[in-house]
């Protein structure tokens, strides 16, 4: 694997988390429930 791939991998990783955790906070605060976590 060159290795110039790996830290765009890292971030694509790092977006995607970040955007999967914002989503489950919208959803969350759209039912209305209390986020834990």
């Known amino acids: 694997v060159p290795l110039y791939i790996v830290p765009s991998l890292e971030q694509t990783l790092n977006k ?3 955007i999967a955790d914002w989503l489950k906070n919208v ?3 759209k039912i209305n ?3 834990l976590g």
Request: hydrophobic share 45%; glycine share 0%.
């Open 27 to 29: 959803s969350c605060h």
């Open 33 to 35: 429930l209390n986020c």
């Open 16 to 18: 995607i988390l970040l």
